[in-house]
């Protein structure tokens, strides 16, 4: 496998072996990572439940703190939503 300070920074993307292209990406730290979710099926995604469970969740009050609500908007603070949950 290559080492990728030896592939010239000018290389095209489209050029690279896909060992290069894997070894350029061995060191890129990519974060994707949202501090929040949206939407009940966000809030589903974030517990590892069906839509109708997070709905019932989020209706019973113990998320409240971590929940904005504004019409049909919801936003979820995503770690503060898991510590709530945990400890009730």
């Not at 920074?9 to 894997?22: A, D, N």
């Amino acid at each position: 496998m290559n080492n990728s300070e030896n592939i010239d920074p000018q290389t095209p993307i489209w050029k690279l072996t896909v060992s290069e292209f894997l070894e350029i990406c061995k060191g890129v730290n990519v974060k994707n990572d949202s501090k929040y979710e949206y939407g009940l099926k966000g809030l589903a995604k974030l517990l590892g439940c069906s839509v109708s469970k997070a709905s019932e969740v989020k209706s019973s009050g113990i998320l409240n703190e971590a929940i904005i609500q504004r019409g049909n908007i919801i936003i979820i603070d995503k770690e503060l939503a898991l510590e709530l949950f945990a400890k009730k």
